[in-house]
């Protein structure tokens, strides 16, 4: 009888299986871990660097969702740290370059949550710390080095909302969109 429940079991979870290994097989894809440097450039904050890292998962035919934490150290003066976090999740397309087995482009959209710290005097009436929507949209190149490390380069846009000061009494308006162009370079780890 116990053998006749393990049969069942196998048999109910036999899609699944073939699932996970024709979602691997079409995209030739495996979980990934990354993490490179960041530059953000443009928006209400200027520029500044950073570093970030993630993980993506791979989903049926060419689709990936990806998760991706980004963080900027904007200023550091005296005692104060004034520093942006972007926590982001979304989908992510690729495609194989014909003829390369090797490289592959991508475009994804993320969407989260930005988190900005202001510890610097400088800027304490202009932005108080916050957390507002974050938003992300990306393309680029990735490029296989062996057969579990692989080099990324992306550029797009970002975007997040900063909490305007009440430093001098109520903030109208209460939020500010930082518009910015982001460029990543990361180093890639396949499972």
């Known amino acids: ?44 904050l200027g520029t500044h660097s950073g570093f970030h890292g993630g993980v993506d998962f791979p989903l049926p035919g060419r689709l990936q969702c990806v998760g991706e ?18 926590i ?3 989908p992510r397309y690729e495609v194989r370059l014909s003829g390369s ?43 296989r080095l062996s057969r579990h490390f692989a080099l990324r380069g992306s550029a797009g846009y970002s975007y997040g909302r900063l909490t305007n000061s009440t430093y001098g009494g109520p903030a109208n308006p209460a939020t500010t969109g930082n518009h910015r162009a982001r460029v990543e370079i990361s180093l890639v780890y396949r499972f």
Not at 7 to 29: C, D, I, N, T
Not at 69 to 86: A, L, W
Not at 109 to 118: P, R, T, Y
């Open 1 to 44: 009888m116990r053998a006749v429940r393990i049969a069942a079991v196998l048999a109910l979870l036999s899609p699944v299986f073939a699932w996970s290994q024709e979602s691997s097989a079409v995209s030739g894809r495996t979980v990934e871990a990354f993490a490179g440097y960041s530059l953000g450039a443009g928006g209400v």
């Open 69 to 86: 934490v980004n963080r900027f150290i904007i200023g550091t003066y005296g005692t104060g740290i004034m520093s942006e976090t972007s």
């Open 88 to 90: 982001l999740v979304g």
């Open 101 to 143: 087995g090797h490289t592959l482009v991508f475009a994804d959209v993320l969407a989260g949550v930005d988190v900005f710290h202001n510890g610097r005097q400088s800027y304490t009436w202009i932005y108080n710390d916050g957390t507002g929507f974050a938003l992300a949209a990306d393309g680029g190149v990735e490029d």
